[in-house]
């Protein structure tokens, strides 16, 4: 029996054809197939604009930039998340900090971030930017934090890595109704793939510009955004210091393809997380409580183990691992990394983060995860509460 996996990806024939077309054609970076990946995302999204790039962590990146974020500011976001929500800032030289997270949805509690703006305005240290998670994809509560950010002037970048499918208030995730930019990642484990890539969805129209920007060196073609009057049809300028974060058109091939199967790829991932619900009432675990207004993407199917349990997460997770099962913990709270901890960070500083990764445990679930496989994880970790 091969050993069934936390995550993975979902590649189709169809898949196959439109990447091998792409090897075929004139153009395997800088063509057309990024500009239709764009589009499929930003139809499915119903925003504006999308920039494709290198990968979601450079997403992340380009939207501080475009933020506007430097050397002075602070950058807050939950600490369950991958160290990328965090580390974007401190690409720009950028301060971060964190604020715990609600006990029941896992997400940033919006209660603390109201009374942690609140003391920062006080203090006069507001943030300039604020990355909601929507972990697991479970949308955060995007009104509130919106509405927040009107009173308090801090941009917001919902990291939606984990939730491209998922919808909040009947609108997708990625809409930015109450963000000024989303980022995705398409990473294989991720609700689509491309290998490696992401994307930053805008409803705003300069920071789509400064974006794409950006994306290519800070480097323009475009007359109306040149300093004095263009040499001739092979002219460009550098106007600001940018990066090669390009997605090439192999990798955007392969996204547009798999941006048909979204829908589908999310149900199904949706009735394997149903059954493992159904399945595992009456064992010592809980479960995320996404909020009503919100049908999440399923990225993970996370399990907190109660402390009265008979065994523990360890004893769990090599439970598993001897049954030829690979769980994951998504996440080691970010401010107790010891990279983090060297800026000031400490154990106690966000309790509710603390106290969740202590007990959590992510279960397989991918779209091509077999009902028989999933009865063996279900079987197998029945077995280690009884
Ligand atoms: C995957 C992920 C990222 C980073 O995406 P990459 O494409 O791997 O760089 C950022 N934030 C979260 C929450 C993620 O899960």
Redesign the pocket.
């Known amino acids: 029996m091969s050993e069934i996996p936390y995550g993975r990806q979902s590649v189709s024939e169809e898949d196959v054809r439109a990447v091998v077309e792409v090897l075929r054609s004139d153009w395997l970076t800088q063509g057309p197939a990024v500009d239709r990946f764009e589009r499929a995302v930003t139809d499915y999204c119903g925003a504006r604009h999308g920039v494709a790039v290198a990968?979601?962590?450079?997403?992340?990146h380009l939207a501080c930039l475009a933020a506007g974020l430097g050397p002075g500011d602070t950058l807050w976001t939950s600490p369950i998340?991958?160290v990328?929500?965090a580390n974007c800032a401190l690409y720009c030289g950028t301060a971060v900090d964190f604020v715990d997270i609600h006990p029941g949805t896992w997400n940033m509690d919006p209660d603390r971030l109201e009374e942690k703006l609140h003391r920062a305005a006080v203090s006069g240290h507001l943030p300039k930017a604020v990355v909601p998670?929507h972990?697991t994809g479970v949308s955060c509560d995007m009104e509130r934090i919106g509405a927040l950010a009107r009173q308090y002037g801090f941009t917001i970048i919902e990291?939606a890595?984990?939730a491209l499918g998922g919808y909040y208030q009947d609108l997708p995730v990625g809409s930015c109704r109450h963000s000024d930019m989303t980022?995705f990642?398409?990473?294989p484990v991720?609700s689509i793939t491309t290998g490696?890539?992401?994307m930053v969805l805008t409803n705003r129209d300069d920071l789509a510009a400064r974006l794409r920007l950006l994306r290519t060196h800070g480097i323009t073609r475009d007359p109306g955004l040149m300093e004095g009057a263009s040499h001739g049809p092979w002219y460009y300028q550098q106007v600001v210091l940018g990066f090669n974060f390009r997605m090439p058109d192999i990798n955007a091939a392969l996204g547009t393809s798999q941006m048909r199967r979204l829908a589908a790829l999310i149900d199904r991932r949706a009735a394997l997380a149903g059954r493992y619900s159904v399945a595992f009432r009456g064992l010592p675990l809980t479960f995320q409580q996404p909020p009503a207004d919100t049908r999440s993407a399923h990225h993970l199917y996370v399990a907190r183990i109660a402390d009265e349990a008979r065994t523990d997460r360890a004893g769990l997770f090599a439970h598993l691992v001897s049954n030829g099962i690979r769980p994951q913990v998504h996440y080691i709270p970010v401010h107790t990394q010891p990279f983090y901890r060297r800026l000031g960070f400490t154990e106690g500083m966000f309790p509710e983060a603390e106290s969740y990764y202590r007990q959590a445990i992510t279960l397989p679930l991918f779209p091509g995860l077999t009902e028989a496989d999933q009865d063996r994880v279900i079987g197998t970790v029945g077995a280690a509460f009884t």
């Open positions: 990968n979601g962590t450079a997403a992340l998340t991958f990328a929500s998670v972990f990291d890595a984990h980022v990642s398409f990473h991720k490696e890539g992401g």
